[in-house]
Each structure stands twice: as C-alpha cells, then as structure tokens.
C-alpha cells in the first residue's frame, strides 16, 4: 500500500491552462504538505494544512490555491499555468510525536508547463 | 531563519569506501530535528535517517550513520561501504518542530565509482 499517493505522475500542459494534481495519504496523519523542487533541485515548502487547516503558506503566487476536503486529503489547483511553474511537485504528510514525525514523501508530480 | 548548507555540490567514491556528506545548519529553535533523504534518479525522496536535537547519542540506520556535534551545528552523513545503489543526490534537512517545517540544503550529488 502506498502511504502518500500522488496523481498524476506526470502532467505536460500550455500555458495558461489550469490543472490540478492530487494527493492522498493513508497514514492517519494530521498534516500534508505541498514541496516544489525547481530544475536545479532545491526544494522548498510551499503550503501545509493540519486537519484541514491552513498552517504555512510561504510566498506563493495566488494562482496556487490548495485544497483540503480531509485531513487524508491536499490537492493543488494551479490557475493560468506559466512556465516557471514546471517543476516537481511532492505532497508529504507527517505526525508530531512520531520519532521523525513520521514524515513521508510522495513520489512526487513532474508538471512540465509549454 | 533556518538555513542549511550542503558545501559539496558534487562527490565521488569508490565502491566499498566510506563517505561523508557534509551538513551545516543555522538555527536559533532550542529544539529541532535533522534529516537526510535521498533522491535516486527515479526521483523519490527516500527517508534515511532523522538526529533529534536532543538525542543524545548519533543516530544510525544500517549503513547510515549521522555525526551529530551540536556545538558545532553540522549534521554530517556518513555512509559505510559505499553501494553502486548509492549513486543519488543526497538532501540534509532541518525540521523546526514547532511548525513541523522541513528546511532542506542544496543538495550533494553522490556517485559512487566501481
């Protein structure tokens, strides 16, 4: 069983589309994240919710709106699609008091914007 | 604010040798949580080992071990007998507990030679 699931794998879309990549985690944790790795690899955290709320969200254009139906549950809409954007996209999900706080990645989400 | 530095962009080592990846953390959390993850090619995030600031002894995960020195604020990654499969860019993090947000470094491209 995959503990975060990510979908798609992979998106290529045009400019100024809007599209949407889903996250799912079936760990029972309380906080999901959304990472971004540019072209050079740095990773950086774009938003966090716990149990559906809102808890981090670092300097992100407002075209990037996450959503949280559940606390098993972030998606990542993204309006008028640029091509900064491409990139990969990876949920994490993890659980204060946990050793590690159980963070855990997903596979990530190569979104390839042209 | 925290801030990692990885200052080896690129390593190489010898099949069966040891290595260690350097880490330096800047942070003013009285408690906080370090992280190594490693990123083949396929692109994962693969967790591999996480030090608690308050641990008192250096953690380790089989063939990873992390030198902790506190005084010092680096969190190095020492990877014994070195694998073909090692060849991956390597990510150390800190965790500022009190957010459960992950800050990662740069990176350090490892590969690993026959």
């Known amino acids: 069983d995959t503990a975060v699931s990510q979908t798609p794998k992979y998106l290529v879309t045009q400019m100024g589309n809007d599209k949407s990549i889903k996250c799912e985690q079936n760990l029972g944790h309380d906080t999901m994240y959304w990472y971004k790795q540019d072209s050079k690899k740095f990773l950086k955290i774009m938003f966090s919710?716990?149990?559906?709320?809102?808890?981090i969200n670092e300097t992100v254009p407002n075209r990037f709106s996450p959503k949280s139906p559940d606390k098993a549950h972030l998606n990542l809409h993204i309006n008028s699609l640029e091509l900064g954007d491409s990139a990969v996209y990876f949920c994490?999900?993890?659980?204060?008091?946990?050793?590690?706080?159980?963070?855990?990645f997903g596979s990530g989400t190569r979104l390839t914007v042209v | 604010a925290q801030k990692i530095t990885q200052t080896q962009p690129g390593m190489f080592v010898q099949e069966k040798e040891a290595v260690t990846l350097d880490c330096t953390y800047d942070t003013s959390d009285p408690s906080y949580g370090l992280f190594w993850y490693k990123q083949p090619s396929s692109g994962e995030m693969i967790f591999l080992i996480y030090q608690g600031s308050y641990d008192q002894q250096n953690a380790t995960e089989g063939r990873y071990s992390l030198n902790f020195q506190k005084a010092r604020k680096s969190a190095n990654l020492v990877i014994s007998a070195s694998q073909l499969g090692d060849s991956a860019m390597y990510f150390c993090?800190?965790?500022?507990?009190?957010?459960?947000?992950?800050?990662f470094g740069p990176g350090t491209s490892l590969s690993v030679i026959p």
């Open positions: 993090a800190t965790l500022k507990t009190s957010y459960d947000k992950v800050i």
């Open positions: 994490a999900s993890s659980q204060p008091g946990q050793g590690y706080y159980g963070y855990t």
């Open positions: 919710y716990n149990n559906k709320e809102l808890i």
